[in-house]
Nanobody
Framework: QVQLVESGGGSVQAGGALRLSCSVS????????MGWYRQGSGKKREGVAF???????TYADSVKDRFTISQDNSKNTLYLQMNNLKPEDSAMYYC????????????????????????WGQGTQVTVSS
């Protein structure tokens, strides 16, 4: 059904920048929440940034003022601009989407992630070296 395909990951030095893209298809919800999770090696998944159908955005404290989430609905594409990257940003980054309802006021708990966001891409790897 819904298909999310990420691209734009790669290896960069600390202080560099990357722009991730998520191509969205077969997604027909008009009130929604979409965003990005990441998972570093041996770590739990963490929410990075989310945007709802009204354009409201939320960010993890660790990426605020460095990352920017945006969307271009005419191109069915979600973006994550990542500036001033740090080694701790290294992770697999996943594009996610809900099945309608919009973004919650706070990031969902670990055991609720897959219920809130049933649609996931395959991920794109980001590696930041010092």
């Amino acid at each position: 059904q819904v298909q999310l395909v990420e691209s734009g990951g790669g290896s960069v030095q600390a202080g560099g920048a990357l722009r991730l893209s998520c191509s969205v298809s077969r997604y027909y919800y008009y009130e929604y929440c979409m965003g990005w999770y990441r998972q570093g090696s041996g770590k739990k998944r963490e929410g990075v940034a989310f945007i709802d159908s009204d354009g409201s955005r939320t960010y993890a404290d660790s990426v605020k003022d460095r990352f920017t989430i945006s969307q271009d609905n005419s191109k069915n594409t979600l973006y994550l601009q990542m500036n001033n990257l740090k080694p701790e940003d290294s992770a697999m980054y996943y594009c996610v989407a809900d099945r309608g309802g919009g973004c919650p006021q706070t990031f969902v708990k670990e055991d609720q992630i897959d219920f809130k966001y049933p649609y996931w891409g395959q991920g794109t790897q980001v590696t930041v070296s010092s």
